[in-house]
């Protein structure tokens, strides 16, 4: 099994950046599939991102397309996520998790094994 630590929440002003850590712990990250996921309180668990432990295939939520950018540094055992043009309603709890087997369905958070505990994000206006 493979333990999991997000880290680099914090408060940012709209328009601003923040770099959020997974770090891994147990195995080696290149062994599963990763992705990232957000929740606000009242509302269910939002699909991200998602990144395949070989090759170039991400995939990305049309609500951060073109601003957030998922990246791995398997030397490093770490995930990472860049979010850039923060906007308030980019404001929840973010957490990474992975899968041992291949992702059929990366949206979906049944299809994922390991989760972390998550990091505060908040964006004011």
């Known amino acids: 099994q493979v333990q999991l630590v997000e880290s680099g929440g914090g408060l940012v002003q709209a328009g601003g950046s923040l770099r959020l850590s997974c770090a891994a712990s147990?195995?080696?990250?290149?062994?599963?599939?990763m992705a990232w996921f957000r929740q606000v309180p009242g509302k269910e668990r939002e699909f991200v991102t998602n990144i395949r432990r070989i090759g170039t295939m991400r995939y990305y939520a049309d609500s951060v397309r073109g601003r957030f950018t998922i990246s791995k540094d398997n030397a490093k055992n770490t995930l990472y996520l860049q979010m850039n043009s923060l906007k308030p309603e980019d404001t929840a709890v973010y957490y990474c998790a992975a899968s041992a087997r291949t992702i059929v369905r990366p949206t979906r958070e049944s299809e994922y094994d390991y989760w972390g505990q998550g990091t505060q994000v908040t964006v004011s206006s």
């Open positions: 147990g195995r080696t990250l290149a062994s599963y599939d």
